[in-house]
């Protein structure tokens, strides 16, 4: 079948949808003729080449496009004017005509690279229309004209409102100033109840007063606002000055001054001074422990009473402890400053907590194993770890304690000497860093010396005789090193003060200048030849052997002089002393540097002063 197109130009375009149509018909009728041709080629088994990606639709396409490009008008015999018959081979092959006649024009077509562009196309602007956007004025005109008249009503009505709304703001700002005024009133109306005193009655007060929180604080607190008003301060003092070294004209009176004096009007009215000690801690060297005896006035007051002062609270002392018994001996813990510990006439020990209230919170029961008798000496020795409380009595035992349980002591011994008698002891001292060795006077006027352990355990091992009266205290030597621990000092009723050593019987040297009983003698802690003695007629006698043996380097008169000093007592520093009297008074002096402070060569002169005071005793 043979196939030829013939394209016509048709000058006018004025009816292209009917051309187009007629268009499609003859293409359909062509298509229509190749399906016919090549079914019939595949029944004659003629080969025929047809391409086999061919696509129908394509075809149609392309053929569309191609009639879009050019005005074509189709002509009655099928031919295109101008064109020449095509050729017999051609004609041969109808499908092989429309390829090459497509792939001629594809040939003919000229490639080029567009330029993308991009258009932004803004969106339909809406317009809405109001009323009053189609009668407001223009601004410009309106401003040109000027305000529009107003009618008689409206400016009536405009300052109607006017009025109204200034009332309406006059009557907030009066109420807001009413309501300031009321608030004022109200705070000044607290403010002077407040101020006004609050009287309560009396059942009220009463209660206040008595109850143990208001006791409490009160007594805490004024005895601060005491401490503060008694500190003594030199306001008055120049640092600036130049201290000029006074000739040394000899010791006097001003070398002892009274720094304090303690009693009480209720307390300690009717009662003697039996013993006293200063703490021996840093913290609380200001406080001095007190014993007293019975007031026989008071018999519905305690017998036993033990106060402690403040050097810094002179008008009441700061703690009040109590017990039944009478109180002979007193003393601190070295290692727990708030126990207290006390010896009574009746032969108990008791134990004191400056934290819990006024009665003993230990006490010794009174049996065979303890003492019987009045206890007059007592003493806490050994270390912090291990130490035991000492205490010996007129019913000759000397007994161990274990501090936290006074119900049993642990090592009882009995004293006795050679003929198989018991001592009964007034006073006890232990030489000093030796805690086994002690030397205990008796009421026979003997000193004996003995061990607290060893085989020979409460044995006497030596004798001093010398006193005719009951010795009612000993010392052994404090100051330096412990070259001078062998001495120690007794006093006696006999009226005299002797000096002795651990290493011999007989007395190295007897002072005898007093005129009544001595009642005690006591060592200064830092000065190696000084010590003071205490007697009958209220005398101080400081005592200095380096620079006299025969009369003290000073006597001081306790208060008026009508009472005897029981007890004396130096402080740790060495630079006070207190002095009991048999009134319940105690005075605590302040002991000038002159006097109290030793000199460069006093040890090794004691030691030449010794060997002279040995040499006489011999002689005699």
């Known amino acids: 079948v043979s196939t030829q197109s013939t394209w016509e130009s048709v000058p006018n375009m004025s009816d292209k949808s ?27 088994a003629v080969e025929t080449v047809v391409p086999q990606n061919v696509d129908v639709d394509n075809l149609v396409e392309s053929l569309l496009r191609g009639s879009g490009g050019a005005s074509t008008t189709p002509a009655g015999d099928g031919t295109q004017s101008g064109d020449t018959p095509s050729s017999p081979s051609k004609a041969a092959t109808p499908g092989r ?79 807001k100033r ?79 001054r009274l720094c304090t004096e303690f009693h009480h009007s209720r307390l300690t009215a009717h009662r003697a001074v039996t013993a006293m000690d200063w703490s021996p801690h ?63 006439y009746s032969g108990q020990i008791v134990l004191w907590d400056n934290r819990a209230k006024r009665t003993p919170v230990q006490r ?57 008698k018991s001592v009964a002891a007034t006073c006890m001292s232990f030489p000093q860093g030796d805690f086994n060795t002690f030397a205990v006077g008796s009421e026979e006027g003997a000193i004996y010396g003995a061990m607290r352990h060893g085989a020979k355990a409460g044995q006497v091992t030596e004798t001093f005789e ?15 090193s412990g070259e001078y621990s062998h001495l120690f000092l007794s006093a006696s009723t006999d009226w005299t003060v002797k000096l002795w050593s651990f290493r011999s019987k007989k007395p190295i040297y007897s002072f005898e200048d007093a005129s009544d009983y001595v009642y005690d003698v006591q060592w200064s802690p830092i000065h190696p030849s000084l010590f003071v003695s205490a007697d009958g007629n209220g005398e101080l006698d400081f005592w200095n052997p380096n620079a006299d043996t025969e009369a003290p380097v000073l006597s001081h008169t306790v208060g008026e002089g009508k009472q005897s000093v029981n007890r004396i007592r130096w402080s740790r520093t ?47």
């Open 282 to 344: 840093p913290k609380f060297s200001e406080l001095l422990a007190v014993a007293y005896t019975a007031n026989e006035d008071a018999p519905n007051e305690p017998d036993g009473l033990v106060l402690v002062w403040n050097t810094h609270l002179k008008d009441r002392p700061e703690f009040v402890f109590e017990c039944q018994s009478p109180v002979l001996s007193c003393c601190f813990s070295p290692w727990q400053p708030n126990i207290i510990i006390g010896g009574t």
């Open 18 to 44: 009917s051309e187009l149509k007629a268009e499609l018909a003859r293409k359909r009728k062509k298509l229509e003729e190749l399906r016919r041709g090549r079914e019939q080629r595949g029944a004659s």
């Open 466 to 480: 010398g006193h005719s009266g009951p010795v009612t205290a000993i010392d052994f030597h404090k100051a330096g």
């Open 574 to 620: 060495g630079h006070q002393l207190a002095a009991g009297d048999a009134a319940g008074k105690v005075f605590v002096y302040d002991v000038g540097e002159k006097l109290a402070v030793p000199r460069a060569d006093e040890t090794s002169r004691l030691k030449d002063t010794i060997a002279e005071m040995i040499q006489v005793a011999a002689d005699a």
């Open 178 to 256: 009413r309501e300031e005024e009321r608030a004022a009133r109200l705070r000044e109306q607290q403010e002077e109840e407040k101020q006004k005193p609050t009287t309560l009655p009396v059942e009220k007060v009463s209660e206040i007063l008595t109850s143990p929180d208001f006791q409490t604080f009160f007594d805490r607190s004024t005895r601060i606002i005491e401490r503060a008003l008694n500190e003594k301060y030199d306001v008055a003092v120049d640092y600036a000055a130049i201290d000029k070294e006074e000739e040394d004209e000899g010791l006097t009176s001003e070398n002892v």
């Open 97 to 175: 005509g429309l390829l090459s006649s497509r792939m001629s024009r594809r040939a003919r077509a000229v490639l080029s690279i567009s330029e993308t562009k991009t258009i932004n196309i803004p969106p339909a602007e809406i317009v809405s229309y109001a009323k009053s956007t189609q009668t407001d004025p223009i601004p410009e005109l309106a401003k040109a004209a000027g305000p529009a008249p107003k009618s008689a009503e409206a400016e009536e009505e405009e300052a109607a409102q006017r009025a109204k709304e200034a009332e309406k703001k006059r009557q907030e700002e009066e109420k």
């Open 364 to 420: 010794s029961p009174l049996t065979a194993k303890t003492h019987t008798h009045p206890v007059y000496g007592l003493d806490v020795v050994g270390s912090q770890n291990a130490h035991n409380l000492v205490t010996v009595s007129t019913d000759g035992r000397l007994c161990s304690w274990n501090l936290d349980m006074l119900s049993e002591p642990q090592e009882p011994v009995e004293l006795q000497c050679a003929a198989q």
